[in-house]
């Protein structure tokens, strides 16, 4: 069958808002997580949260960032976690200037480098995609002035210069051997790009989305499941999905420019969990899919059939969702793990000893379920002052809150969101099961399935 890889440009999506998880890979290295931390929320916990959560609970070492916020600059500072900023595209004119990039760089890396591992800055985003012809020519002169900067500082050994693209660069795409970068950017923007990027050790940033390209006959080819796949009659080399046919043609681009010694790397992957109706393939169990498969591919080495046993460095969307941006429902819900820093779904990057001690940063799996027993637990996207309230009159009321306090069995996880549930089962227990008592001003629902887990029961 033949899969046409349709490469969309989707800066509209991407562009300084996208948050998601990093596996990194480099030639010879063995694989490791990192993740993308997008901040368009307002329900994200606070950064050093997040840095320690990420450090002590996950085996996540590497944080993109779509900006150089200092707060979260200096709430990873001392973790050795490698950090990659972005300078935001409405600043690439300014920066051609010398002087400007210097005091860029002067302003925003230096204070936090290198008590913060800043390893990358990445100079705008899908910059080509935006057809803005003035960011178009001083991107290179960008990126030229901040590695001068770098230069001047000694940090250019230490910090790489480059800049991400969609996969609307590319045409011809099917068969991946045939695809070419498309006419006007290849010689004019992209060569010289490469020269730069291979001039400076930096790598050639693509964002592949198997999830904008794939349609109802390719979902199989896009997650990885078993299918006819896609035959390339000049190489004579079957694709079994989409990652590698994508990630194929752009290496058959750089090479007819003479560039195919460049490091890729997969600055932006992933697959949301919660669309709008009409999406097909878009859910909490085919998010999962996608990206335990894509670890499983990333874990395996074996890289793409033009590049095999080659690694490649890829941040998949996204640590959170992010609840502020706008458009499709699926732009929202990309995030692994919720606000409350539990796993949405788990993709096996918490440490094994942390989730069997510790169930606070892991997944709460219900542990059997029962036809003849009801449980009352909290709605999802129940407001958390309303559950508080629910702790505080139940607990209030002299019931055993004993499990939820400090050292009880049920204490951990320690959210507002675990306490309530257990303290509002309790009180839906005691008061004899009826269905209003589980009301809570709407904050509760009943079900089947028992909330208990590890040591912590709740009573039925």
Not at 262 to 272: A, D, F, H, R, S
Request: hydrophobic residues 35%; aromatic residues 10%; glycine residues 6%.
């Amino acid at each position: 069958m033949n899969y046409v890889l349709p490469f969309f440009s989707i800066s509209s999506i991407t562009m300084f808002t996208m948050a998601g998880l990093l596996i990194i890979f480099s030639t010879g290295a063995e694989a490791s997580i990192g993740g993308n931390y997008g901040t368009i929320a307002n329900n994200l916990p606070p950064p050093q949260q997040v840095a320690d959560f990420l450090l002590h609970s996950t085996v996540i070492n590497r944080i993109r960032l779509f900006d150089t916020d200092p707060q979260i600059l200096q709430a990873f500072a001392n973790t050795g976690i490698a950090i990659t900023v972005t300078v935001p595209n409405d600043q690439i004119p300014h920066l051609t200037n010398l002087s400007s990039a210097k005091k860029w760089i002067s302003d925003q890396i230096q204070p936090h480098f290198p008590s913060t591992n800043i390893i990358r800055i990445l100079v705008g985003n899908e910059v080509i995609s935006t057809a803005n012809h003035l960011l178009i020519r001083t991107l290179i002169p960008a990126m030229q002035s901040l590695h001068t900067a770098l230069v001047s500082a000694s940090l250019h050994r230490r910090i790489q210069i480059s800049t991400p693209h969609s996969l609307g660069i590319l045409t011809n795409t099917t068969p991946p051997s045939s695809a070419k970068f498309r006419r006007g950017y290849d010689t004019n923007v992209l060569k010289p790009l490469l020269s730069f990027l291979r001039s400076t050790s930096s790598p050639f940033v693509v964002n592949p989305y198997p999830f904008f390209g794939y349609s109802i006959e390719t979902l199989d080819f896009a997650l990885f499941r078993p299918n006819p796949g896609l035959f390339d009659q000049h190489t004579k080399l079957l694709y079994t999905n989409m990652l590698d046919a994508q990630l194929d043609s752009v290496y058959s681009a750089m090479d007819k420019l003479g560039f195919s010694d460049v490091e890729i790397v997969i600055g932006e992957i992933g697959w949301p969990s919660e669309g709008d109706i009409d999406q097909i393939g878009v859910d909490v169990a085919t998010a999962a899919e996608f990206n335990k498969n894509l670890v499983a591919r990333v874990d395996s080495g074996s890289g793409t059939p033009l590049m095999p046993n080659r690694t490649f460095e890829t941040y998949i969307f996204a640590i959170f969702n992010e609840n502020l941006k706008s458009g499709p429902t699926s732009e929202r819900n990309f995030g692994i793990f919720r606000s409350d820093l539990t796993p949405i779904y788990d993709i096996g990057i918490l440490r094994p000893t942390f989730r069997s001690s510790n169930p606070e940063n892991s997944p709460r799996s219900p542990v059997r379920g029962s036809p003849e027993k009801r449980w009352c637990v909290t709605k999802p996207g129940a407001d958390t002052v309303a559950l508080q309230r629910n702790i505080d009159y139940v607990c209030g009321m002299g019931l055993d809150c004993r499990p939820i306090n400090e050292g009880g069995l049920c204490y951990l996880p320690n959210t507002v969101k675990a306490h309530s549930e257990y303290a509002m089962n309790l009180y839906y227990q005691t008061m004899e099961k009826h269905e209003f008592d589980c009301d809570f001003d709407d904050t509760g629902e009943i079900t089947t399935i028992d909330p208990s887990y590890g040591n912590c029961e709740y009573q039925a």
